[in-house]
C-alpha cells in the first residue's frame, strides 16, 4: 500500500474514568480547585489535600503557566502567573490584573495598616479588627462629607463582603469582628500602601468635587 493513502492514525480516545479514578488525581482536587476560587490557609480543609499532593498541584498549573506561592511563615497559597523569565512564562495568560474598586481599596488599606499595628504588638495581645472600628477608620474615605451614615454603613458593609469573598479576611466567629488574612500583607507592599494612602488622601481632599475610582491590582 502507497504510504500517502494510508488513513491517519485514529487519535486516542481520554477514558475520563479511568482517569479521574487515579489517586493522584483525585486526592489533589480539592486543592486544585480551591486555588482556582482564592488563596487557601493552613486552617482551610483543602491545605491537606495542597501539601499532600503539591507536586502533582504544581504540575497542573505549570502545564497552563501558573505557579503556587506557599508563603509557610503565615500559612497560606496563592495562584499566580510564571513571570516572562520562568519556563511557561511568555504563554497566553490565564490570571489577570484585574482592579478593585475605589471602595474595596480603601478597606484592604486599612485593613493592611492595622496589621502594621498588629505587628508590633505582641502575639498574645493581638486581635480580630472589630468591625465597628473598621467602618470608624472608612469614613474618612466615604465619597461626601455630608453622606447619611446608614447609606455609607451599607455601602462599606458590601464593600468588607467582597474582601471576605476575595478570601483576604474572614469573620471571627459570631462576632462582629474580622480576622484579616496575611495575603493582604503580600498583594500590598509596603510601598504599595504608601502610594495608596498619599491617592486615598487626595481623594478625600476633593471628594465633594470628584467621584474618581481609585484602585489597586489584584
Keep these: ?25 483525585r486526592n489533589a482536587a480539592p486543592a486544585k480547585i480551591a486555588l482556582l476560587r482564592c488563596p487557601i490557609y493552613s486552617d482551610d480543609s483543602a491545605w491537606s489535600s495542597l501539601m499532600q499532593n503539591l507536586a502533582e498541584v504544581e504540575r497542573y498549573f505549570a502545564e497552563i503557566g501558573g505557579v503556587v506561592r506557599i508563603d509557610e511563615r503565615d500559612g497560606f497559597a496563592m495562584l499566580e502567573q510564571a513571570g516572562e523569565e520562568m519556563p511557561g512564562g511568555t504563554w497566553p495568560k490565564f490570571l489577570y490584573r484585574d482592579r478593585f474598586s475605589y471602595d474595596v481599596t480603601c478597606v484592604l488599606v486599612v485593613m493592611r495598616e492595622w496589621l502594621l499595628t498588629q505587628e508590633m504588638k505582641p502575639r498574645d495581645e493581638r486581635a480580630p479588627l472589630s468591625i465597628d472600628d473598621l467602618l470608624t477608620q472608612l469614613r474618612p474615605f466615604s465619597r461626601k462629607t455630608n453622606a447619611p451614615v446608614e447609606r455609607e454603613k451599607k ?52 471628594r465633594d468635587e470628584t467621584t474618581a475610582e481609585g484602585a489597586v491590582a489584584k
Design 1 to 25: 500500500m502507497n504510504p500517502e493513502l494510508e488513513a491517519p492514525a485514529a487519535a486516542p480516545v481520554f477514558d475520563r474514568a479511568a482517569f479521574c479514578a487515579q489517586p493522584s488525581i
Design 155 to 206: 455601602r462599606w458593609l458590601e464593600a468588607v463582603n467582597k474582601v471576605i469573598v476575595f478570601g483576604l479576611a474572614k469573620r471571627w466567629g459570631t462576632e462582629e469582628a474580622l480576622i484579616v488574612r496575611p495575603t493582604v500583607r503580600a498583594i500590598i507592599s509596603i510601598n504599595t500602601l504608601k502610594e495608596l494612602q498619599e491617592t486615598l488622601r487626595n481623594f478625600a481632599g476633593n
